[in-house]
């Protein structure tokens, strides 16, 4: 069984900045992909970022410049740093990954976190 565990998310005044980290445990022989979702009431969760276990980044358009996804690999630990931040970028923030969870098998599981909210107002 693994476990995602985010943390970071509060209230934030627009233009403020915001770290968010998630921890896997549990289970886990290796991470692939890790990421971030995040979702507003009456609407689809939508990626905010993703980072492979390799290193490459991919974001979304409407965070490009603002935010920045790493990983540290020895602590199984994905992070997000959100600077400049708007109004519109009040959401639950949820972390993804893929784990392999044995060296035994090739399956490959995809986790969520529960969520942590973000909520950026004056």
């Known amino acids: 069984q693994v476990q995602l565990v985010e943390s970071g998310g509060g209230l934030v005044q627009p233009g403020g900045s915001l770290r968010l980290s998630c921890a896997a445990s549990?289970?886990?022989?290796?991470?692939?992909?890790m990421g971030w979702y995040r979702q507003t009431p009456g609407k689809e969760r939508e990626l905010v970022a993703v980072?492979?276990?390799?290193?490459?980044?991919a974001y979304a358009d409407a965070v490009k410049g603002r935010f920045t996804i790493s990983r540290d690999n020895a602590k199984n630990t994905v992070y997000l740093q959100m600077t400049s931040l708007k109004p519109e970028d009040t959401a639950v923030y949820h972390c993804?990954?893929?784990?392999?969870?044995?060296?035994?098998?090739?399956?490959?599981?995809?986790?969520w976190g529960k969520g942590t909210l973000v909520t950026v107002s004056s």
């Open positions: 980072i492979s276990s390799g290193g490459s980044i």
């Open positions: 993804n990954a893929r784990i392999r969870p044995s060296r035994d098998s090739y399956t490959v599981t995809t986790d």
């Open positions: 549990g289970r886990i022989f290796s991470i692939y992909d």
